[in-house]
C-alpha cells in the first residue's frame, strides 16, 4: 500500500526536494530510474504538487516533473543520469 503524505505538510516543500524523495522511493520499490517511472510516483506520493493543472487528482504533470528533474541533474547535480 503506498503511503499517504498530507498535502497540507507537501505543498510547501520544493518541486526538486520532492522529487529526489520520489527517485529514492521509486528506486527502493525496485524500479528503473526512468523517467516514465519518476512521473508515476511523484504523481502518486504528491498528486496535488504534481497533478496536471485543471485535472489534479486525475493525470500526472510530466512538464513539471521534467523541470525539476532537469534542475536536479544540471543546476544543482543531485542527480546523474
Do not use: H
Not at 527502493?28 to 504523481?43: R, T
Amino acid at each position: 500500500m503506498e503511503k499517504i503524505f498530507n498535502p497540507k505538510i507537501y505543498k510547501n516543500i520544493p518541486y526538486d526536494d520532492l522529487l529526489i524523495f520520489a527517485l529514492y522511493s521509486a528506486t527502493q520499490k525496485g524500479l528503473d530510474a526512468n523517467f516514465e517511472n519518476l512521473v508515476v510516483e511523484c504523481y502518486t506520493l504528491f498528486p496535488e504538487r504534481f497533478g496536471l493543472p485543471g485535472f489534479i487528482g486525475k493525470y500526472p504533470d510530466s512538464a513539471q516533473v521534467e523541470k525539476s528533474w532537469l534542475r536536479c541533474r544540471t543546476d544543482k547535480n543531485l542527480i546523474t543520469g
